[in-house]
Antibody, heavy 119, light 108 residues
Framework: QVQLKESGPGLVKPSGTLSLTCAVSGDSISGSKWWSWVRQPPGKGLEWIGEVYHSGTTSYNPSLKSRVTISVDKSKNQFSLKLTSVTAADTAVYYC????????????WGQGALVTVSS | EIVLTQSPGTLSLSPGERATLSCRASQTVSLNNFAWYQHKPGQAPRLLIYAASIRATGVPDRFSGSGSGTDFTLTISRLEPEDFAVYCC?????????FGQGTKVEIK
């Protein structure tokens, strides 16, 4: 059974950098899947952030591209998200998810990690 | 980007009733690249349907997806107690992938 679990600080200061890691179990991150981040601000819909392949190839949402870096650590079977210059608008539940094929659907998802941007 | 509009925002039904959820896209979704998810508070979203009408592994057959072009529907034939949740649609035909705002199915 494939499981994904997000971890990282739950509170980030404005103008700081949000950093999250997604640990993958039950599947190899070096396989033929993509690995993605999606977020949901309070009271709003889901927003795709970006994704990474085990080779390091990435694809980002243009709305966040200038602030986002997604990377993969094959030795630890995990991938990470960095979002710079955060504001209160970046407060959200951040989910990691597996993508069976490039630009496809998301399955499965992690349970999510709430990150609040506040001083 | 493609904007997805779900209706209704909230659906109040009783167990055993049929639920019909709609998602309309602002432009044609190519190749029916469309998915539905179930989302319960504090839990991971769960894939229900992909390619507009294919049930994901382990999804009961009371869930069905239909539609094409700009109009898609998720139907739950007979609501079970565990089906009361938020349902969200997603298109993956055009980058960036986008989601609807969700329909909450609540117990009447």
């Amino acid at each position: 059974q494939v499981q994904l679990k997000e971890s990282g600080p739950g509170l980030v200061k404005p103008s700081g950098t949000l950093s999250l890691t997604c640990a993958v179990s039950g599947d190899s991150i070096s396989g033929s899947k993509w690995w993605s981040w999606v977020r949901q601000p309070p009271g709003k819909g889901l927003e795709w952030i970006g994704e990474v392949y085990h080779s390091g190839t990435t694809s980002y949402n243009p709305s966040l591209k200038s602030r986002v870096t997604i990377s993969v650590d094959k030795s630890k079977n995990q991938f990470s998200l960095k979002l710079t210059s955060v504001t209160a608008a970046d407060t959200a539940v951040y989910y990691c998810a597996r993508v069976p094929n490039f630009m496809g659907w998301f399955d499965p998802w992690g349970q999510g990690a709430l990150v609040t941007v506040s001083s | 980007e493609i904007v997805l509009t779900q209706s209704p925002g909230t659906l109040s039904l009783s167990p055993g009733e049929r639920a019909t959820l709609s998602c309309r896209a602002s432009q044609t979704v190519s190749l029916n690249n469309f998915a539905w998810y179930q989302h319960k508070p504090g839990q991971a979203p769960r894939l229900l349907i992909y390619a507009a009408s294919i049930r994901a592994t382990g999804v009961p057959d009371r869930f069905s997806g239909s539609g094409s072009g700009t109009d898609f529907t998720l139907t739950i034939s007979r609501l079970e107690p565990e089906d009361f949740a938020v349902y969200c649609c997603q298109q993956y035909g055009l980058s960036p992938r986008t989601f609807g705002q969700g329909t909450k199915v609540e117990i009447k």
